[in-house]
């Protein structure tokens, strides 16, 4: 008998059209699971509930849940954008209680689908799906599909990252992927000029955020020690891991770290090559150097290189943890040897003179800097704000062609400024 006779509902004709897909997850849910199992159901499901309720308010559905993770479907990719925007603020701002804090990873693209019911087939949901394995707790993925509609309108706080072409698994041909960035996440010369007019209230709220910290490593091992600590702390959060020196850069361009913990020995790019790639581009991203030994030329290198600590990887994690926020606060870590051998290396160096000159504020930071003195302290002498402080520092550093802290306070001694 045919299903119509005995009053079933007919299949729905399928109809095709141009889609923007939003998918999400929970980045580390089996470790949430492992450690909170009477909170993990209630954790998933809040979040889900938070990712439907944005969806909806910006004109979406979400069309289907698997675990931890949610697809949503829009007409529009301008509301996508501004949706997935949205979701990051209110994961990251949202109180989870015991489990201390969530992180969901998200990625678009837009293109044309057939829809049958309620479900959707065609390559975009691919490349979504793979996408979205590329991406970081925290980021926004978007494909060229998204970036590319004329009828595109972005948010002024918002802007795309060019990520490059890049290989997805199981798909026969590149995608050209863009990380959504909000530029008051963003270290550029965009973000700087927003962020200068913020109060000094503002700055200090915003000093209070959890520092954010990537790891660079070939060790699995290694990564899964340091992040299984640091991820118990509640000031540090890990945004994201390399197994080489290339892919320590490319994260370090996408996620915008606060700190970099950097191993030295690694392939196809090795530690050092890495930091002052890293510190070229990113001048206000601190690294820590992390090996296993110390070797006097890889040491200098590596400060030289712009290394704002140098740890062995038999410290302890608590040393480990201070040295993360002893670079984020502008300070120096350094084992008392390689103090040493840096200044020892420093002073046989001859450094020329700037060719732009300090500034008097510029030369008083500096000889805070000589002091050993971090960002706070030096907004605590001088009355100034810490996001003035830092910004003293990073114009030192620029004029005297120096890559560190640490060698601007020795340039300061070297030449009597202190």
Known sequence: MHPDAAGATAPTSPTRSVVTFLFTDV???TQIAQRFPALAGETLDTQHALIVDTVREHGGEVFERIGDAAYAAFDDATRAIAAADVVQQRISAHDWGEVGHLQVRVSMDRGEVERRGERYFGTPLFRCARLQDMAHGGEILATAAIVDDPGLVMPDEMRFRDLGEQRLKGLAE???????V???RDGSAVAATATATMTEAEAVADDNERIRVLLVDDHQVVRRGLRGFLELLSDIEVVGEAEDGEQGVA???RLLPDVVL??????????LTAIATIKQSHPEIEIVAVTSFIEEEKVTAALEAGASGYLLKDADAEEVANAVRAAHAGEVSLDPAVARLLAQRMRNRKVEEPVEPLTQREKEV???LAKGASNKEIAYELSITERTARTHVSNILGKLGLASRTQAALYAVEHKLV
């Open 251 to 253: 994260l370090a361009d």
């Open 262 to 271: 950097m191993d030295l020995l690694m392939p196809k790019m090795d530690g």
């Open 182 to 184: 909000h530029t008051a």
């Open 366 to 368: 500096l000889a805070q």
């Open 174 to 180: 590149s995608v050209h992927v863009y990380g959504l």
């Open 27 to 29: 980045v580390a849910s």
